[in-house]
């Protein structure tokens, strides 16, 4: 990318900008400058002086993680995982709040329920013998683990009912995935 007067490089510390440009970053770039948006995001996040500010760093952190993922399982798989657990954070730091899906313990344990191929049953049937299974299995399982480690949280914020039985079937399922 070329610089004319005045302009910076996307990578020239980033660490160091205001949440304005962070945010205009995060609306324009691609590729890896998102990602470093995205770190830098949810560093502020964790370290932030309010609620607000919170709320604010952490919006930005999962936007760039959202425009930053390419378009393989992986890819989508690790967005997946970065996101699900941030908006956990979010929701156990700064409350539930139904009005805001980022922060709804609904919407999050729909979205994860949406992101997981197998079910419950499922899962825990090829976990018995995942050491005899093919790698692109244990890739699969392994897969699902990382998409539910926040659930047994998450369970605490949803009231009785199907949705929370789910997520609670996949809580105890999965310390038994490789």
């Not at 560093?43 to 760039?64: D, I, T, V």
């Not at 993922?69 to 970065?82: F, L, N, V």
Request: charged residues 30%.
């Amino acid at each position: 990318m070329s610089t004319g007067a005045g302009q910076e490089e996307p990578g020239q510390d980033l660490d160091r900008r205001s949440f304005e440009r962070l945010r205009a970053m995060a609306e324009n770039e691609h590729g890896r400058h998102l990602e470093a948006v995205r770190l830098i995001a949810q560093e502020r996040a964790y370290h932030s002086n309010g609620p607000a500010e919170c709320r604010q760093w952490a919006k930005l952190s999962l936007l760039a993680n959202r425009r930053a993922h390419g378009d393989s399982p992986e890819d989508r798989t690790r967005a997946a995982i970065q996101d699900f657990m941030l908006r956990m954070w979010v929701i156990d730091r700064l409350g539930p709040d139904d009005d805001d899906p980022d922060r709804s313990p609904d919407t999050l344990a729909s979205d994860t329920l949406d992101a997981l191929r197998l079910t419950p049953s499922q899962a825990g049937a090829l976990a018995g013998r995942w050491r005899d299974s093919a790698i692109e299995q244990i890739r699969e399982l392994r897969r699902h683990k990382n998409l539910t480690a926040h659930l047994a949280g998450l369970a605490g914020y949803l009231e009785p009912g199907p949705t929370r039985d789910l997520l609670l079937a996949w809580a105890t399922v999965r310390p038994r995935l490789p």
